[in-house]
């Protein structure tokens, strides 16, 4: 069985830095784009950054340049550097990445969740 687990969440100071993890585990077969949303009280969830395979990366507006979104293909783990932290970064940060499990085709899958709340 597939999961994500994210980790890395927790209070901070404006101004302040996280680092967001999310590992893959179960039998995976390959793993294409992975990624990063968002979702605060009362709003719909929103990308906030994803990485493909090979490494190219995209970004919200709202975060260019503050954060940054890399991964490890050989731990199957994808990261989220956050720089410069507002109050409005505060949500519930979500993985997100397409794979393939080793018994079954591509499809999308999704962690429980982590809570970044910035606020002094």
């Known amino acids: 069985q597939v999961q994500l687990v994210e980790s890395g969440g927790g209070l901070v100071q404006p101004g302040g830095s996280l680092r967001l993890s999310c590992a893959a585990s179960?039998?995976?077969?390959?793993?294409?784009?992975m990624g990063w949303y968002r979702q605060a009280p009362g709003k719909q969830r929103e990308l906030v950054a994803t990485?493909?395979?090979?490494?190219?990366?995209n970004y919200a507006d709202s975060v260019k340049g503050r954060f940054t979104i890399s991964r490890d293909n050989a731990k199957n783990t994808v990261y989220l550097q956050m720089n410069s932290l507002k109050p409005e970064d505060t949500a519930v940060y979500y993985c997100?990445?397409?794979?393939?499990?080793?018994?079954?085709?591509?499809?999308?899958?999704w962690g429980q969740g982590t809570q970044v709340t910035v606020s002094s």
């Open positions: 179960g039998s995976i077969f390959s793993i294409n784009a």
């Open positions: 990485i493909t395979s090979g490494g190219s990366t």
């Open positions: 997100n990445a397409d794979l393939a499990p080793l018994t079954s085709d591509y499809g999308n899958y």
